[in-house]
């Protein structure tokens, strides 16, 4: 069973708007938590990571905001752009094996 | 940094052929290496782990003497599929996870290989 949940499976999105993709997880064991994106035909490429002690960290347009608590996190895309379109896809990992979400489609139209 | 480099990056070939895919870190040493299998519009779904010098550890469901993997470096691992069907035609992804001191490393893909199988 997935044992991240990703959320939506699609989003379209204006240039320059904001694209939020929202991640949960049951295992509080889970300790590492990358996104990754991916275009058509290739391989998923690391976009950011967080780990459990932080709750937000920021690099460039994109954002990750992580609540413990709750057991989820969120990849915020500021200023979105049309080579932003792209699938991402959450993961989360205990050791060194990492579980993936769904993955969402985004399309930045210009 | 940590590039990793997947070859070929498409292949045909007819039914019952068995096909060779390679794996490299580039610049880095790779203690432990992925292979992950994904159909359109899916996730990944990991098939097996592999480290360096020992045998891989295939996932629940994945028939190892089908999917036969080698990790004889630092740098190299290989996946054949052997005797291939139809059913196998995928679109096959490797990773590559550093030697690190502390801490989860994060993995590195490679641009995956279409594998068809006529």
């Known amino acids: 069973q997935q044992q991240v949940k990703q959320s939506p499976q699609s989003l379209i999105v204006q240039k320059g708007g904001i694209s939020i993709i929202n991640c949960a997880y049951e295992?509080?064991?889970?300790?590492?938590f990358p996104w990754y994106q991916q275009f058509p035909g290739k391989g998923p490429a690391l976009l950011i990571a967080i780990r459990p002690d932080v709750s937000e960290k920021k690099e460039g347009r994109f954002t990750i905001s992580f609540n413990k608590s709750a057991k989820q996190f969120s990849l915020h895309i500021m200023d979105s752009q049309p080579g932003d379109s792209a699938t991402y896809f959450c993961?989360?990992?205990?050791?060194?094996?990492?579980?993936f979400g769904a993955g969402t489609t985004v399309t930045v139209r210009a | 940094g940590a590039v990793v480099s997947q070859h070929p990056s498409r292949v045909i070939c007819k039914s019952g052929t068995s096909v060779k895919i390679e794996c490299r870190s580039l610049?880095?040493?790779?203690?432990?290496m992925f292979w992950y299998r994904q159909f359109p519009k899916q996730s990944l779904m990991l098939m097996a782990t592999s480290n360096e010098g020992s045998k891989a550890t295939y996932e629940q469901g994945v028939e190892k003497d089908k999917f036969l993997i080698n990790h004889a470096s630092l740098t190299l691992s290989t996946l054949t599929v052997t005797s291939a069907h139809p059913e196998d035609s995928s679109f096959y992804i490797c990773?590559?996870?550093?030697?690190?001191?502390?801490?989860?490393?994060?993995?590195?893909f490679g641009d995956g290989t279409r594998l068809s199988i006529l």
């Open positions: 990773s590559a996870r550093g030697q690190g001191v502390v801490g989860n490393q994060p993995q590195h």
């Open positions: 993961a989360a990992s205990n050791d060194y094996k990492l579980s």
């Open positions: 610049d880095f040493q790779a203690t432990t």
């Open positions: 295992n509080t064991a889970f300790d590492y």
